[in-house]
């Protein structure tokens, strides 16, 4: 089943502990992307890549990182985690520049959210 | 700055009426535009989408319409269903620009279909 798998569902941390949320797609896709969604601000993209070892800061990257080593795997990296990052996250990825059509074409596929909270 | 906005963060509808969701946009640089449909607990998922080369695209159900002029997009659901019951993202790209890997998410709109 084509799917992007997001682990942990839920995870609850304290200030300044490092953690890493993992995500892996199995559809053969370049591009990938981490968003956090908070109430009254929707989603909002923190990192993608348009392949690997290529990633580019989105909206709100302060205080994350990523890598992308292999094609399948976008970890998301919280060195040092802060309350305000509190949030639930979303990993997508999609065939965006492997084929034509733009972005209704090539869907975005999201996994389940990870549910963080920071104390 | 919110580039994206859905002003109405929740909508009530009947079912079987018509449900319309509303989405803004500030970027004229912006010429795609989708809606994806997000149930508790899970990730979002691809509804529909037009190019700003149309003012409309219609997918069973579904129907977007865009008015490039008043920088506005709206989602038709007829008849509105109880499993249509979500909340409900536009989103939008520069497709011809630098950005164009990057899509741009509203804030979401709520919608709740009544028996």
């Known amino acids: 089943e084509a799917q992007v798998t997001q682990n942990p569902r839920y995870l609850i941390t304290v200030t300044g502990k490092k953690l890493t949320v993992t995500c892996s797609q199995n559809?053969?896709?370049?591009?990938m992307s981490w968003y956090r969604q908070d109430p009254g601000l929707g989603l909002r993209q923190i990192y993608y890549?348009?392949?690997?070892?290529?990633?580019d800061k989105g909206d709100v990257p302060e205080g994350y990182k990523v890598s992308r080593k292999e094609k399948r795997n976008f970890p998301l990296i919280l060195e040092s985690p802060s309350p305000n990052q509190t949030s639930l996250y979303f990993c997508?990825?999609?065939?965006?520049?492997?084929?034509?059509?733009?972005?209704?074409?090539?869907?975005?596929?999201f996994g389940s959210g990870t549910q963080l909270s920071v104390l | 700055d919110q580039q994206v906005k859905q002003n109405s963060p929740s909508l009530s509808v009947q079912e079987g009426r018509i449900s319309i969701l509303n989405c803004d946009y500030t970027?004229?640089?912006?010429?795609?535009f989708l809606w994806y449909k997000k149930y508790p607990a899970e990730g979002p998922t691809f509804l529909i989408s037009?190019?700003?080369?149309?003012d409309k695209n219609e997918d069973g159900r579904f129907t977007v319409f865009l008015n490039k002029s008043a920088k506005h997009l709206s989602l038709h659901i007829v008849p509105s269903q109880p499993g249509d019951s979500a909340v409900y993202f536009c989103?939008?790209?520069?497709?011809?620009?630098?950005?164009?890997?990057?899509?741009?998410f509203g804030t979401g709109t709520r919608l709740q279909v009544t028996l």
């Open positions: 997508a990825s999609s065939l965006l520049g492997q084929i034509s059509g733009g972005w209704g074409n090539e869907k975005l596929f």
């Open positions: 559809m053969n896709h370049e591009y």
């Open positions: 890549s348009m392949n690997v070892e290529v990633t």
């Open positions: 970027n004229s640089m912006f010429d795609y």
């Open positions: 037009i190019s700003s080369i149309k």
């Open positions: 989103a939008a790209s520069a497709t011809n620009t630098g950005t164009a890997s990057k899509l741009t």
